[in-house]
Each structure stands twice: as structure tokens, then as C-alpha cells.
């Protein structure tokens, strides 16, 4: 799946920080991973695990419910 960053961003003039926002990194390639993404990869991962007859974890069956 993909690593979880955070993105603190702070704008040191004295202005208000944006809130923190989360950012997810593909393990091999590093680049950005979009929401609708890891919930296809989330999507795909129980269909091959289904074949494989393994349980999936639930957090992974939580993010493929959601909608892209």
C-alpha cells in the first residue's frame, strides 16, 4: 500500500498554519498516492485475498467502503 506523511505546513510570517494535511507515498516508487487510488488498490486487495482465502485486515476492508 502506501506510507503515510504528514505535510506540516507553516508559513513563518506570522500568519496562521494551515492544518496538517495527510499525504500518502507509494512504497517503491515514492510518488503521491491519491485517495481514489488507495481505495482501488484497498478494492483490489480483497478480491485477491478472497481468492487466496486469507482474511483481510479490517482497516483496509474500512477504506474500500468508502467512495472515490
Known amino acids: ?4 506523511q504528514r505535510d506540516d505546513a507553516t508559513t513563518g510570517g506570522g500568519e496562521p498554519a494551515r492544518p496538517a494535511q495527510t499525504v500518502y507515498r507509494s512504497r517503491i516508487t515514492g ?6 487510488e488507495r481505495i482501488a488498490a484497498a478494492r483490489a486487495r480483497i478480491v485477491a485475498d478472497e481468492i487466496r482465502g486469507i482474511e483481510t485486515e479490517p482497516w483496509i476492508v474500512e477504506l474500500a467502503k468508502q467512495r472515490a
Do not use: L, P
Not at 1 to 4: K, L
Not at 31 to 36: D, G, L
Open 1 to 4: 500500500m502506501a506510507d503515510e
Open 31 to 36: 510518488q503521491i498516492v491519491t485517495q481514489a
